[in-house]
Nanobody
Framework: QLELTESGGGWVQPGGSLRLSCLSS????????ISWFRQAPGKEREGVSC????????NYTDSVKGRFTISRDLGKKLVFLHMNNLRPEDTAVYYC???????????????????WGQGTHVTVSS
């Protein structure tokens, strides 16, 4: 089973930037489309962004469009989430995950995903 590890979270002031990384220690991520999700305290987990296996297709939830960019390092084991102009409402635990099946899934629906890591905390405050 794919095991994923997130890193790169931390505290940042509003307007700041962070780069999150999603790493698989045992398998190349090239076989998988990968999505980023987040869960704020007291809220449900929500989809943030997703990227196809080849990196040629991406999608974003409306609240992060123009501020976040997802990318992947083909041939390696890394998918990134570049977050710019961060806002307090971006505060959450961020997770990367792989879809449970190869097709017919919504890349921003957490119920279609598994192989959850432990997440990385992002705090945006002044």
């Amino acid at each position: 089973q794919l095991e994923l590890t997130e890193s790169g979270g931390g505290w940042v002031q509003p307007g700041g930037s962070l780069r999150l990384s999603c790493l698989s220690s045992e398998h190349t991520l090239d076989y998988y489309a990968i999505s980023w999700f987040r869960q704020a305290p007291g809220k449900e987990r929500e989809g943030v962004s997703c990227i196809s296996q080849l990196g040629d297709s991406t999608n974003y939830t409306d609240s992060v469009k123009g501020r976040f960019t997802i990318s992947r390092d083909l041939g390696k084991k890394l998918v990134f989430l570049h977050m710019n102009n961060l806002r307090p409402e971006d505060t959450a635990v961020y997770y990367c995950a792989a879809p449970l099946r190869d097709y017919g899934y919504d890349c921003l629906n957490p119920h279609d995903f598994g192989s959850w890591g432990q997440g990385t905390h992002v705090t945006v405050s002044s």
